[in-house]
C-alpha cells in the first residue's frame, strides 16, 4: 500500500508538471496572448512593448520563462498582469465560497442521487420508475446557466414567489444565516444536474448486481432481504459512484462549477478563473490551473483508495 502511495505521488508531480508546462506554451502561442501587448495597450510603440518585455523577463528563452513562473507560483510571489494583484492571494480569498458552493451541493447531489438510484431500482418498471426517468433526464439535459437566471428571477428578482437573497456570497464567519441563505439556491442548481446523472447510473448499477451469482447464493442461503441488498448488492452498486463523486467533486472543487459562480455572483475559485480567461492573464490561469490539477490528482488517490476498500479484489499489493 505504501509503494501504491508513493507511486501515485510520484505520478500527481509529473501530472501537475505536464500540465502547468501545456497550459502555459498554450497561452504564450495564441494570438493575442503576448502579455507585453496586451498590458502596453493599443498605442502602445515597438519600444514600449520591449521595455515591457524586459521588465517581465518575457525576451528570455520559453523554458526560462515558465521556471521564473512557476518558482514566483509557488513562492507566493507571483502578480496578476492585468491587475497587479497577488495571485495566490485572490485564490485564496475564492477559496471559501467556492468550498461553501461545492460541499453543500455535493451532499445535496450525493445522498438525493442514491435515494433516486434506489427507489428506482426497487421499482423498476412501475409508473414511480417512470416518472424519476423523465424528471432526471430533464435535470441532466437542464443548462446550468438558464437553470441559475431562471431561479434568481423566480425566487430572488421581485416576482410573487421572490423570498431568497439575489446572488452574492456572504462568510459563514460573518453571518451564518446568510451564508446558507445565499447558498441555497447555488447549491440546488449546480445539484440537479448531478442528482438525475447518479440516480440513473446507481440505478442501473443495482439492476445488475441483483443478477450476479453470489446475490442469488445469498438469496439462496436464506439471508434477509435487507441484509441481501445492502450489504451484497448496494455496497457493490456503490462502487462507481465512488469514481464520479471524487472525480466529480474535485472537478467542481477545481473551478469547474464557473457557470454556477457566475450566474449567482459568487466571487470563488471559478468565477476568478472566468475573468482571468476572459482577460488572458496568464498568471491567474496558471495559478488556477495548479490548483485545480492539485485537486483533481488529489482526489483521483483518494478514489482508488476507497476503491480497495469497497472491494478488496482490487487492493494493491
Not at 11 to 28: D, E, K, M
Not at 48 to 64: H, S
Not at 89 to 108: E, H, M, N, R, V
Amino acid at each position: 500500500m505504501i509503494s501504491f502511495v508513493i507511486r501515485r505521488l510520484i505520478g500527481a508531480l509529473l501530472v501537475l508538471i505536464a500540465v502547468s508546462f501545456i497550459t502555459y506554451l498554450i497561452f504564450v502561442k495564441i494570438p493575442g496572448g503576448d502579455p507585453a501587448f496586451r498590458i502596453a495597450g493599443r498605442t502602445a510603440t515597438a519600444q514600449n512593448i520591449e521595455d515591457i518585455r524586459q521588465k517581465l523577463k518575457l525576451d528570455a528563452p520559453f523554458y526560462e520563462q515558465y521556471w521564473a513562473m512557476m518558482k514566483s507560483l509557488f513562492s507566493g510571489s507571483l502578480v496578476s498582469y492585468s491587475s497587479q494583484l497577488n495571485v495566490v492571494d485572490q485564490i485564496k480569498a475564492g477559496i471559501p465560497a467556492t468550498f461553501s458552493l461545492c460541499i453543500g451541493a455535493a451532499i445535496i447531489w450525493l445522498f438525493f442521487g442514491i435515494l433516486v438510484g434506489i427507489i428506482s431500482a426497487v421499482t423498476a418498471g412501475r409508473w414511480s420508475d417512470r416518472v424519476i426517468t423523465v424528471m432526471a433526464l430533464i435535470g441532466i439535459s437542464l443548462p446550468v446557466f438558464w437553470l441559475g437566471l431562471m431561479a434568481r428571477y423566480l425566487f430572488a428578482q421581485g416576482h410573487p414567489f421572490a423570498f431568497m437573497p439575489d446572488g452574492g456570497y456572504v462568510p459563514f464567519t460573518s453571518n451564518p444565516w446568510g451564508w446558507f441563505t445565499h447558498l441555497l439556491m447555488p447549491w440546488w442548481v449546480l445539484a440537479i444536474l448531478f442528482i438525475g446523472f447518479y440516480g440513473r447510473v446507481l440505478r442501473s448499477n443495482i439492476l445488475d448486481t441483483i443478477n450476479e451469482d453470489y446475490v442469488r447464493t445469498a438469496k439462496a442461503k436464506g439471508l434477509p432481504y435487507k441484509r441481501v441488498m445492502v450489504k451484497h448488492v448496494l455496497r457493490n452498486s456503490l462502487i462507481p459512484i465512488v469514481t464520479l463523486f471524487g472525480l466529480d467533486f474535485a472537478a467542481v472543487i477545481g473551478g469547474s462549477a464557473i457557470l454556477t459562480e457566475t450566474v449567482f455572483d459568487l466571487k470563488g475559485v471559478g468565477w476568478y478563473a472566468a475573468q482571468a480567461v476572459q482577460d488572458l492573464d496568464l498568471p491567474p490561469i496558471m495559478g488556477v490551473t495548479i490548483y485545480a490539477t492539485f485537486f483533481i490528482v488529489l482526489f483521483s488517490v483518494v478514489v482508488d483508495l476507497m476503491y480497495a476498500w469497497l472491494d478488496p479484489r482490487i487492493r494493491p499489493t
